[in-house]
Structures are given as structure tokens and as C-alpha cells.
């Protein structure tokens, strides 16, 4: 008799199925209930504050000859005293003239090449440890290359830093977000995040996500924290080990800046990728921390980290449940149980009561004055990320250990800070 046709396998496996469609369930009833905290307004304005701390604003950068220039122009002409702050360039293994228009722009440039391994954390360890022995600077700031920030950035971070606020996360927005239907995806999918991620997760004092730009770090933490070199998405591994260790980011949602966002399927798909190699990589190195954190010590934002972690196996998850119900389709399945009731109510009665589920994300649109054309993407982006989530998981996590397996995003895009905040200087794209 196969294994599957013994009773003790059966309850053991429809126990198990039944526990994750429980825990599937309630993080996705939770996410929907969280999100309401997003629904109030921003209040928080850029205030001043003393003492000026200063800052080094580092840029990695590999072959970007093509923005290296609007980058380094943009962060230069931050309205903070120019005697506070530096903008260095790493120069990781380039082969174009990346280093050269950087220093051309007045930017100080660290060449990171010869023997050494390329990678954006080992070549910003290798500055970091100059700049540390310098000890010239409180604080250090991140972007990439294809970033650019609002004049006030500076203002901004100063004054959270004075408010004892060691890691901090501006609000990202796209910059190039009418370049092309993908564009309009990853815009639309940064703005629902802004409002239903990071805004509801600061409102409750949990940890903020942090994006690789537009960060930053207190000098002691830089110092306590030095970046994995064998992460894959080194700013997803360092928010994890922050939270691990009981260090909170905060959401500076006053603070804007803009993030160029892939134009071309091809594109969206290898950085997808990336993405998601790297977050199962912290959840391999850092979900048993996470959760002895949470359960030891009650740390809320530990928690939070745990279950968002834990659903980067998301789709390994719902394939086992899937199969199960398929297998044991006679027994208990929790998720049918919810569906069925009411006893009796038609199809499309349950699908109206799904509806504001579904349409309730998009008055994140109407929050930012979003085009029509934005609430057309709005309706497709679902169903595009479902599509294309379960290859991009199944390539990932096939992926994982290979290190040779890299590709890199080619950014073109030129538009100036003064094009996207208009006249007001509000920080409000357009769309």
C-alpha cells in the first residue's frame, strides 16, 4: 500500500496543510488590517535641528558612465552646509569612465578593482573602513547611481539623528514612472508599499524596510554592523541583522527620494530575481534569530521580520497545500471552510464581498493625484506579479548558490529633481 493511503501519514499531512493554511491565512488577514494605520494623512514636516551633523554620502557604482553625473550633481546641490557633507563614489571594478566623470562632477572616488572580489558590499566595507579611521564624519548615507534625492535630504536625516533615530529609510518613489507599462507597475507597486507597508508599520513602531538607497546609518552602526559580502541583496540581509539585534529603522516618510525603475519585462524579471535570491538567502541565515528574538524578548519588530521573512517560501508553501487538499480533497481544509460559509451564498455574493479587498490598495492613487492611466495599472499589477511569481520563485530558489549567476540593470535615465517635485517642492510625482 502506498505511504500516502496510511491513516497516521493522512492526519499527519491534513494537520500540517490545515496549520499552514491557518498561518497563510492570518498573515494575509493581518497585512489587510494593518494597512488601514496608512490611511491617515502625512503630518510629519522637515524641521531643522542643531547640532549639524556631518555626513558622507556614498554612492557604489559599477560601468554607470551614463548617470554617474546626474547622481553625484543632484546630491552635491543638497541644501545643507557644504562643508558637512562628502558625496564619494566607489568605483567597483568599472571598465567605463564612471570613475573619471565622477571626480570630473566634484565627487572624491575610491577605485575598487585589481584582485580584489568585485561586489557592492566588499567595495563599501573597503571605503567604509577609510572613512571610519577618518572618524570625520556621524553618519553615512547610500544611495545608487540611479537615485536622486529631494534638496532637503539632508535637513531631514539631521534631524532624525538628533532625535536619537540611528537608522533611518526615506520614502522611494519611482523617477522615470510614465517610461513604460513596468514602469507604471513598479510605480504603482512602490506607492501601495509606501502606504500599506512602511506608513502602518511606522504608525505601530515596527521596523521600516530598507531599500538600499536613500538610507542612513549613525557611524557607530556602520561601525557595529559591517556589510555581509555574501549577501545577494545586502540591504535586505542588513535589515534583517539590525532588527535580529534589536536596532529599530525608522520610516522618515518627510523625506523623498527617487529610484530609477526598470523599463522592459526583461529587466523587471532579472532584478525580481535578484530580489528574491537575496531575501531567501537572510531567511536561511537569519529566520531562527528572528524567531528566538520575537519569542524571547517579545520584540514586536523581530516578530514582523519573522513572518515577512517566512513568506519568501510563500509559493513552496502553497504548492505543499495545494497538493494536500488535492490528495486528501475528503478531508478538513480550513481555507474551504472559510469560503463555504455562509452555507449556501452564491458565487458571486462571495466575489462583491471580495472586491473592496481588491480595490482598496488604489486609493494610495488618489492620495498621490494619480493618472487614470495609474488606476489601469493598478487593476493588472495583481494578476502581472501573480503570473510572474511563481517562476521567478521557482528560478530563485533553483538559483540560490550559484554565484555566477548575476545581471546587472543598465540605467539611462536623466530626469532632474526639479522635474519631478515642480515648482512646490512637495516631493509628489506627477503621474
Not at 82 to 104: G, P, Q
Request: net charge neutral.
Amino acid at each position: 500500500m502506498h505511504i500516502l493511503q496510511y491513516e497516521f501519514v493522512r492526519l499527519f499531512l491534513v494537520t500540517v496543510s490545515n496549520f499552514l493554511q491557518l498561518y497563510v491565512f492570518s498573515v494575509g488577514l493581518s497585512s489587510f488590517l494593518i494597512s488601514f494605520w496608512g490611511i491617515k494623512r502625512r503630518t510629519a514636516v522637515l524641521r531643522e535641528s542643531l547640532p549639524l551633523n556631518r555626513f558622507a554620502i556614498i554612492i557604489p557604482a559599477h560601468n554607470e558612465a551614463g548617470v554617474i553625473a546626474g547622481a553625484v550633481d543632484n546630491l552635491l546641490a543638497l541644501d545643507y552646509p557644504k562643508e558637512l557633507f562628502e558625496v564619494y563614489v566607489v568605483a567597483d571594478h568599472c571598465a567605463d569612465e564612471t570613475a573619471e566623470i565622477a571626480r570630473s562632477r566634484g565627487a572624491h572616488v575610491f577605485v575598487y578593482d585589481g584582485d580584489c572580489p568585485r561586489g557592492k558590499s566588499r567595495a563599501l566595507l573597503a571605503l567604509e573602513t577609510v572613512l571610519l579611521d577618518s572618524r570625520k564624519h556621524d553618519a553615512f548615507c547610500y544611495f545608487d547611481a540611479d537615485s536622486i534625492a529631494h534638496p532637503d535630504f539632508l535637513k531631514g536625516m539631521n534631524f532624525h539623528l538628533n532625535s536619537g533615530e540611528k537608522v533611518i529609510q526615506a520614502r522611494e518613489l519611482a523617477r522615470n514612472p510614465d517610461d513604460s507599462l513596468i514602469t507604471r507597475v513598479c510605480h504603482v507597486n512602490q506607492l501601495t508599499q509606501n502606504y500599506y507597508g512602511q506608513m502602518p508599520k511606522h504608525r505601530l513602531g515596527l521596523s521600516a524596510t530598507l531599500h538600499g538607497k536613500g538610507m542612513c546609518f549613525a557611524a557607530d552602526i556602520v561601525r557595529r554592523f559591517p556589510w555581509d559580502p555574501g549577501a545577494i541583496a545586502e540591504d535586505i540581509e542588513m535589515q534583517a541583522r539590525l532588527v535580529r539585534h534589536g536596532v529599530h529603522i525608522h520610516y522618515a516618510q518627510e523625506i523623498t527620494i527617487y529610484d530609477e525603475e526598470p523599463s522592459t519585462i526583461n529587466q523587471m524579471v532579472h532584478r525580481s530575481i535578484r530580489w528574491t535570491r537575496g531575501a531567501l538567502y537572510v531567511a536561511n541565515k537569519h529566520l531562527a534569530g528572528l524567531f528566538l528574538r520575537a519569542t524571547q524578548r517579545r520584540d514586536k519588530c523581530a516578530l514582523e521580520e519573522f513572518i515577512r521573512f517566512s513568506m519568501c517560501y510563500r509559493f513552496v508553501i502553497i504548492g505543499f497545500i495545494a497538493l494536500s487538499m488535492y490528495v486528501y480533497r475528503d478531508s478538513f481544509s480550513l481555507l474551504f471552510w472559510i469560503f463555504d460559509h455562509p452555507p449556501g451564498a452564491r458565487f458571486s455574493e462571495k466575489l462583491i464581498n471580495w472586491v473592496p479587498v481588491y480595490l482598496w490598495p488604489a486609493y494610495a492613487l488618489t492620495r498621490e493625484r494619480s493618472s487614470l492611466r495609474m488606476y489601469f495599472t493598478y487593476l493588472i499589477m495583481p494578476w502581472f506579479y501573480l503570473a510572474l511569481g511563481i517562476p521567478i520563485s521557482f528560478v530563485s530558489i533553483v538559483t540560490i548558490r550559484r554565484k555566477d549567476y548575476w545581471y546587472r540593470t543598465d540605467h539611462s535615465c536623466t530626469t532632474t529633481i526639479s522635474e519631478l517635485t515642480g515648482d512646490d517642492g512637495s516631493g509628489r510625482t506627477h503621474a
